[in-house]
């Protein structure tokens, strides 16, 4: 299987016994409307990995940040009205952290976990919620603008992968992987730096920040192209269905990356 910029696509096992049977995201399969019958028992807990599989365990992880990311937002807004920024902060870094360790966690135990996964898709839903209800709060609509945004990327990078729009190559793969590798870089080295007050102009609102979270979010859409490309795959070579989850939690990383850059960049156009 290709490499992903994605690191939990990385750890994805592979089985091609049971590959036959079963297609990816270009090919028909079982289930989704339009693809024709069922070709594998739905409660078989051993059966291959289908799009299936990966649309609803993916709707639900992203279904949950959501949820909890809406309540967080509003409950963030009256704290920031009130000035209470302390709690906010908190619910922020706490998020923050959760989430970190969890996907630490899926990521080096290679854990396909239901409950792990959507534990994960919580923590980011504080995260995400605290940090947009407060600039819901200082830009009103900015909200709605980064949800928006980030589900037409997806659905863009989605139709270009399967129109073959734009093929993942070994070449394109490379580019992609060194490209997310470069921006993390900068974002620790302007982080570190910004500690001893330092201002890289990368996180500053300038022209500067605006360009380099145009070029994230460009290296995040097209990152969505080998989480797809690696996703197919999966479900080619037969993955165990329980695997779903990984990909799904795979998928999240992204989106959530995506829609923070998308936020920022909102932010910096509408503070001008």
Request: hydrophobic residues 55%; neutral net charge.
């Amino acid at each position: 299987m290709r490499t992903s910029s994605n690191p939990a696509f990385r750890n994805l096992p592979t089985s091609t016994a049971a590959a036959g049977p079963y297609a990816g995201f270009n090919q028909p399969q079982g289930g989704v409307p339009g693809y024709g019958p069922p070709q594998a028992p739905a409660g078989s807990a051993d059966r291959p990995m289908t799009v299936d599989d990966v649309v609803m365990k993916t709707g639900a992880s992203l279904g949950v940040t959501l949820l909890v990311g809406i309540v967080t937002a509003i409950w963030a807004q009256g704290q920031a009205a009130a000035d209470a920024m302390g709690p906010i902060m908190g619910a922020m870094i706490g998020g923050m952290l959760v989430g970190l360790v969890l996907s630490l966690i899926i990521i080096f135990k290679q854990l396909a976990s239901g409950p792990l996964t959507l534990a994960y898709s919580a923590a980011e839903g504080v995260f995400l919620g605290a940090i947009t209800g407060v600039f819901e709060l200082l830009f009103p609509g900015i909200a709605l603008q980064a949800v928006l945004g980030t589900a037409a990327v997806f659905v863009v990078m989605l139709v270009v992968y399967k129109t073959g729009a734009v093929k993942v190559t070994p070449k394109l793969t490379k580019w992609i992987i060194g490209a997310v590798g470069g921006v993390a870089v900068l974002m620790l080295a302007n982080l570190v730096l910004g500690l001893f007050g330092v201002n890289m102009g990368l996180r500053d609102g300038g022209g500067l920040a605006i360009v380099f979270s145009l070029v994230c979010i460009g290296i995040a859409a097209f990152s969505f192209l080998l989480d797809f490309d690696m996703a197919d795959k999966a479900i080619r070579e037969g993955v165990p269905a329980k695997f779903a989850w990984y990909v799904a939690f795979g998928l999240m990383t992204t989106l959530v990356w995506l829609y923070l850059e998308i936020l920022r960049l909102l932010s910096y156009l509408q503070s001008e």
